[in-house]
């Protein structure tokens, strides 16, 4: 009877050990998209100006993503995953009106990175999109 309560009280140990410890390795999850209304601010560390800035314009509806790029209007269906940071856009289709070159260029720079996102973060009234292109960063109008 001994041993059993000896097993028993390791048992018991062992297993708060690993509930402890298993909290380290939880994937934070990240704030609801939803509603939510951005503008573009900055391109891998290269900050737009106010008049781009304005421009481009990201929108989170439920599932779907709406915006300017600049000079065309863009949209996608997105997908994000419960307690993670995962973002996901899929086939992003835009109108086809021709602007100014720069405009133009930027605007095909930023779908590109739309379309390699691979998760987000929101802090400090910030969002953050990470892409095979790049980073792109966002703040509320």
């Given at each position: ?46 900050t ?11 929108n ?82």
């Amino acid at each position: 009877m001994k041993i059993n309560k000896q097993f028993l009280a390791i048992l018991i140990g062992s297993s708060i050990g690993l509930v402890s410890c298993g909290g380290s390795d939880a994937v934070r999850s990240q704030p609801s998209l939803v509603g939510t209304q951005w503008q573009l601010t900055s391109f891998n560390g290269r900050t737009l100006g106010k008049r781009l800035s304005k421009r481009v314009t990201l929108n989170f509806h439920k599932k779907r993503a709406t915006g300017s790029a600049g000079c065309n209007r863009y949209f996608s269906n997105y997908k994000t995953a419960t307690n993670s940071d995962s973002l996901r856009f899929n086939q992003i289709g835009s109108t086809r009106m021709l602007c100014k070159p720069r405009f133009m260029k930027m605007e095909h720079k930023f779908l590109g990175a739309l379309k390699g996102t691979y998760a987000y973060v929101i802090s400090n009234g910030e969002l953050s999109l990470s892409s095979n292109a790049g980073l792109l960063k966002f703040k509320r109008p």
